[in-house]
């Protein structure tokens, strides 16, 4: 399995990036997606999940700025960031398992190398 993040960029404060991810060679019937982030010298975070069924969950500094949504091919997320903060700034990483996990959890099974998000 690989998940290859794209989307990432420099923008200035306020402005909006969208990343991409896709999972390739995933063959299980079920699969949760979710973006985290870590900046230097900060531990990974969990941004945003969707599930399996449908249902997401934000972190909250990101509720009402970022939407996590289902790409049109399977087996692909999105991830629309608007109202970018400079304290946004940050490796993004999509993941990727087949049970339901939460934000809070980091083993997630599958992960992406990261795209960079930098707001100035």
């Known amino acids: 399995v690989q998940l290859v993040e794209s989307g990432g960029g420099s923008v200035e404060a306020g402005g909006s990036l969208r990343l991409s991810c896709s999972a390739t060679?995933?063959?299980?019937?079920?699969?949760?997606m979710a973006w985290f982030r870590q900046a230097p010298g900060k531990e990974r975070e969990g941004v945003a999940t969707?599930?399996?069924?449908?249902?997401?969950d934000y972190a909250e500094s990101v509720k009402g700025r970022f939407t996590i949504s289902l790409g049109t091919t399977a087996n692909t997320v999105a991830l629309q960031m608007n109202m970018l903060k400079p304290e946004d700034t940050a490796m993004y990483f999509c993941?990727?398992?087949?049970?339901?996990?939460?934000?809070?959890?980091?083993?997630?099974?599958?992960w992406g190398s990261g795209t960079q998000v930098t707001v100035s």
């Open positions: 969707i599930w399996d069924s449908g249902r997401t």
């Open positions: 060679g995933y063959t299980a019937s079920s699969i949760n």
């Open positions: 993941a990727a398992d087949r049970l339901p996990l939460r934000l809070h959890q980091t083993t997630w099974d599958y």
